[in-house]
Nanobody, 116 residues
Framework: VQLQASGGGLVQAGGSLRLSCALSGGTLSDNVIGWFRQAPGQDREFVAAIVWSGMKITYAESVKGRFTISRDIRSNTVYLQMNSLEPEDTAVYYC??????????WGQGTQVTVSS
């Protein structure tokens, strides 16, 4: 599975961005597609995830009510709509796919910078 993340950028606090993760090269079916982020000097952390076939969705507590993950079956794309962005959301955001055997695939990351 190959993942191509895009949509990052610079935004002021309170603003919005939408990240996209285009998936190819595999059968997604029961894969879990997620977003993680890593700020400088910090560990990579979970942000949100969606089960491709069942639509089960989970969020980190820090983004609940502000971020929305969704997927488009026709285009094999997962989106992360980020609203009410805060400086603390500044990080490199990574798209992840985990297949049913537990193998993880990662995209290249996209930088999100939120200015105060």
């Amino acid at each position: 599975v190959q993942l191509q993340a895009s949509g990052g950028g610079l935004v002021q606090a309170g603003g919005s961005l939408r990240l996209s993760c285009a998936l190819s090269g595999g059968t997604l079916s029961d894969n879990v597609i997620g977003w993680f982020r890593q700020a400088p000097g910090q560990d990579r952390e979970f942000v949100a995830a969606i089960v491709w076939s069942g639509m089960k969705i989970t969020y980190a507590e820090s983004v609940k009510g502000r971020f929305t993950i969704s997927r488009d079956i026709r285009s094999n794309t997962v989106y992360l709509q980020m609203n009410s962005l805060e400086p603390e959301d500044t990080a490199v955001y990574y798209c992840n796919a985990r297949d049913t055997t537990g193998i993880n695939y990662w995209g290249q990351g996209t930088q999100v910078t939120v200015s105060s």
